[in-house]
């Protein structure tokens, strides 16, 4: 696996309180942190649990910069220069603030702003860490009781790719979509619309499993169950409205070597989008065949060329069928009497 090395230019962490029964309260830092080995460890521990989440949105800011200004904060701190670093933190850091007590959230924990260079990209990273309670061992040998970030406890996360920003792509805003209210609130923070089109992602998805049972090689029984069992269990998350998690679809797809579906789905050249819900109807191929031309329209499962019920002669380019029902039987006698 490729290593990316992060660089941290801009570092600021603010901290959202958040006690039962009181308001929230947020406690700002005055001036960015040092850039030293304790940065770079916070920064490179962010991107790796950011990376190890599956479910994740996608998209681009909204037009509206009033209700949604980020775009417009970061123009001018990016762009024009007239925002400093410190600044965009403290006003996104009350804009957190305000939307996670009008949705009010529970959570509260430290609100980490961060401008880094991974390999040739450049990115603001936006993250609401929780915090848990430890042990150290101080100088003398001694136990001594501490407070450490907890990165397990990633509240809600979201990265801008400030290069695709600048270029005008399709995507460039990534955030964790979370369980329950998840990541929907942090999605109104970064003023983030979701252009994940679900329908071509499962289109991309259903090939990319075609390949998959080609490559493995797979007798014909063995392909036909791993394509019925993709099917079933993308059919129950459409059905759910659950984003597709690579990890978990290879798992139950493919249980024998689960890593090599795994490592396919989530390869660069697959371009597949993690994320998305899956759409319905299209991944109907993964267990049935269907065309139609002028004067006819056909559907039927895929197993049925396995079973003998549909054989394909390339020789002659027909389709012969086989068990046709009565009634079907009766209609063309019918037809054929005429």
Known sequence: MRTVEHVVTHLIVHALVREPG??????????????DAAALRLAERLCAQYESRNAKGFGRFEDDEESYPLARWLRE????????????????????????DEEELEDGGHLVLARIREGDGDSLWVALLGSAEGVAIGGSLEPLDCTHVD?????????VDL??????????????????????????????????????ETKKLVATLDRFVDTERLAPATRDAVLERAHDYLDTLGEAGAPVVF??????V??????RLDALLKAAETRIAPGFVPNRRAIRPLVRFSASAENWKLE???????????????????LVLSGVPDYLKRMLDEEDKG
């Open 247 to 252: 990890e978990e679809l290879a798992r139950e």
């Open 77 to 100: 701190h990016q762009v024009d220069e007239t925002l400093d670093f410190t600044t965009l933190s403290r006003q996104l850091a009350e804009r957190v603030q305000a939307i996670a």
């Open 151 to 159: 990165f397990s406890a990633l509240h809600a996360a979201g990265r």
């Open 300 to 318: 039927f499962e895929r197993s049925g060329l396995h079973s003998g019920a549909v054989h394909y002669d390339r020789a002659t380019d027909t």
């Open 163 to 200: 290069a695709g920003w600048r270029r005008g792509d399709e995507r460039y805003l990534g955030f964790l979509r979370g369980r329950g209210k998840g990541g929907a609130w942090f999605k109104r923070v970064l003023g983030c619309s979701d252009v994940m089109v679900a329908l071509q």
């Open 254 to 259: 493919f249980p024998e070597q689960p890593e």
């Open 22 to 35: 009181t308001p929230s309260r947020l406690v700002l830092r005055e001036a960015p942190c040092a850039l």
